[in-house]
C-alpha cells in the first residue's frame, strides 16, 4: 500500500471531485476532500463545474413552500445579526443604507468561526442560536464550537439545550419578531410565541459592566410588579418562559452582582411587546 | 426559457449582493425568488414535509446570515442557495436514517406513491420536462448513480454498496452523468 492509498482509501482524491459535487461523501471524506481543494487550483475548477451540473438536478423539484415559512424567516432575519456584521454595519442593518465598504473578498474565505471569533468577541452568539433552528442543527453547531480547545463543555451542553429551546419558540406557529436600537445602538430584538408565553430576546449594545454589575431582564405588566425574567451573560440571549398574555413590555436594568428581586435602577433600554401579539 | 431563466439569476446575484449589505427588503425579494427552488429541493431529499420546512428554514436564514461570503464571480446566487440547501437536506437525511437505521430499498422511490402529487403536478414546468428528459438520456448506470447520491442523498460508498459496484466505477458513473446532464441541459442554462 502507498502512502496515497493509505491517506486516500477511497482513491485518487480528484476522483472525488464528482462525489463532492453530489455531496455524496461522507463529513469525514467531504472535510478531506475539502483540505485537498486548498492546494489543488484544478480541483477547484473542476469540483466548481460539476456542482453547477449538480445544481441543475435541483430545476426540476421546485415546490412551493408552506405559506408560514414566509413569515418566519423574515421574523427571524429582523433579529439575526449577519455574520462577521461589524458594529458600522450593524448601523446600517438598521437603517438599511448602501454599503460603505466592499468586503473583502478573503472574507468568502474566512469561513472557519475560530478565526473570526477572537477579534469580535461581542458577536461570538452570532454563530449560534437564532439561525439553527434544530437540535440537529445545534449538534452541527456545537461540532464547530468542538473544534475550540478552551471550550467548556458544560457551556456548550448549555448553548446546544439553548439552541434546541429558541429553535422550538421559532416553530411556534404564532411566533413573532419585533427590535428597537436607541442613539446609542443600545436595544432589544424578540421572538416571542404568545400561544407558549415564551420569547428569545437578545440583546445589543449593551456593554460589559464592571464591579461585577449585571444586566437584568424584566417583565412589565399593567399594574403589577416587574417580573425577573434572568440576567443577561455578555452578547447571548436569554430564553424567557411563562409569559403573561398581558405582559406590555420589556425592560432591562443595571443590578449589583447576582440581581435583584426588584429593579434597583431606571430601565436602560426597554421594549414593547404588542406588536408581539402580548398585551392585549 | 433562456431569458427567463438568465433574468432570475442576474436578479438573484444582485439581491444577495445586497443582503449582504443588511438590506431586509432585499432578502424579502430574493425569499420570493428562491423559496420554491429551495423547499422543493429539500422536501425532494429529505420527505418528510415537517422536517423539509425546518431545514428550509434553517437554509433561508443561514443564506440571511452567512450572505457575505457569497462571490459572484463563482457562480450564480441561486447555485450557491441551492448548494447550500442540498448540502443541509443531506445532512438531515443522513443523521434521521443514522438514528433510525432506515434502509430504503434502491428503486423503492419509482414505486411507492409520491409524497405530495398534487403539488408536483402542479410545478411540472418545462425545466422539470427537461431534466427528466437529460435524465433518461443517461445509461441505467449512471443516472442511478447520480440520483441516488443527489435526491436520495447516499454517499458514493452507500451507493456502490446498492448497485453491487466498486468504489470507483460509482464515481466515474457520477462524473459522466454529471457531464453528460451538462451536455444536455447546457442549452438551458
Known amino acids: ?280 | 426559457m433562456r431569458t427567463a431563466g438568465e433574468g432570475r439569476r442576474v436578479e438573484a446575484d444582485e439581491l444577495l449582493v445586497l443582503v449582504a449589505t443588511g438590506d431586509q427588503k432585499a432578502f424579502e425579494d430574493l425569499y420570493g425568488m428562491v423559496s420554491g427552488a429551495v423547499f422543493g429541493l429539500v422536501r425532494r431529499v429529505v420527505r418528510d414535509v415537517a422536517q423539509s420546512e425546518e431545514v428550509s428554514q434553517e437554509v433561508l436564514i443561514e443564506v440571511w446570515r452567512t450572505a457575505g461570503r457569497f462571490d459572484p464571480s463563482r457562480g450564480s446566487a441561486l447555485s450557491w442557495i441551492l448548494t447550500l440547501a442540498h448540502r443541509r437536506a443531506v445532512d438531515r437525511v443522513r443523521s434521521a436514517r443514522a438514528a433510525t437505521e432506515r434502509d430504503l430499498r434502491v428503486g423503492q422511490r419509482e414505486h411507492s406513491p409520491a409524497f405530495d402529487h398534487v403539488v408536483e403536478e402542479v410545478e411540472a414546468g418545462l425545466e422539470r420536462q427537461w431534466v427528466r428528459r437529460c435524465l433518461d438520456r443517461l445509461t441505467d448506470l449512471q443516472r442511478q448513480s447520480v440520483t441516488l447520491a443527489y435526491y436520495d442523498g447516499y454517499t458514493y460508498r452507500e451507493v456502490a454498496e446498492r448497485l453491487s459496484l466498486p468504489l470507483g466505477t460509482v464515481k466515474t458513473r457520477m462524473r459522466d452523468g454529471l457531464t453528460r446532464l451538462r451536455e444536455c441541459l447546457g442549452g438551458a442554462a
Open chain 1, 1 to 280: 500500500m502507498t502512502i496515497r492509498d493509505h491517506l486516500w482509501p477511497g482513491g485518487d482524491p480528484h476522483s472525488l471531485a464528482a462525489p463532492y459535487a453530489l455531496d455524496a461523501l461522507d463529513a469525514q471524506e467531504r472535510a478531506r476532500f475539502e483540505r485537498h481543494l486548498e492546494r489543488c487550483a484544478d480541483c477547484v475548477a473542476e469540483v466548481r463545474a460539476l456542482s453547477e451540473d449538480a445544481v441543475r438536478l435541483a430545476w426540476s423539484t421546485a415546490a412551493p413552500p408552506p405559506p408560514m415559512l414566509r413569515d418566519r424567516v423574515m421574523a427571524a432575519v429582523r433579529v439575526t445579526p449577519q455574520e462577521g456584521s461589524l458594529p458600522a454595519q450593524e448601523a446600517r442593518w438598521e437603517y438599511g443604507g448602501a454599503p460603505e465598504h466592499a468586503r473583502a473578498p478573503e472574507r468568502a474565505r474566512a469561513e472557519r468561526p475560530q478565526q473570526r471569533r477572537p477579534r469580535e468577541p461581542r458577536f461570538r452568539w452570532l454563530l449560534m442560536p437564532l439561525a439553527t433552528t434544530t437540535a440537529a442543527a445545534a449538534l452541527v453547531v456545537a461540532s464547530l464550537f468542538a473544534v475550540q480547545a478552551n471550550q467548556a463543555r458544560e457551556d456548550l451542553r448549555a448553548e446546544r439545550a439553548q439552541a434546541a429551546q429558541i429553535a422550538q419558540v421559532l416553530a411556534a406557529p404564532d411566533a413573532r419578531a419585533t427590535g428597537n436600537r436607541d442613539a446609542q445602538g443600545r436595544g432589544l430584538g424578540v421572538v416571542a410565541s404568545k400561544s407558549e408565553g415564551r420569547a428569545v430576546v437578545t440583546p445589543s449594545g449593551l456593554g460589559a459592566l464592571s464591579g461585577g454589575r449585571v444586566h437584568q431582564l424584566w417583565l412589565m405588566r399593567p399594574h403589577m410588579q416587574p417580573r425577573s425574567l434572568g440576567l443577561f451573560r455578555t452578547g447571548t440571549p436569554l430564553l424567557a418562559s411563562g409569559l403573561d398574555a398581558d405582559a406590555t413590555s420589556l425592560a432591562v436594568t443595571v443590578e449589583p452582582n447576582g440581581g435583584s428581586p426588584q429593579p434597583t435602577s431606571a430601565p436602560v433600554v426597554q421594549l414593547a411587546l404588542v406588536s408581539v401579539g402580548f398585551g392585549a
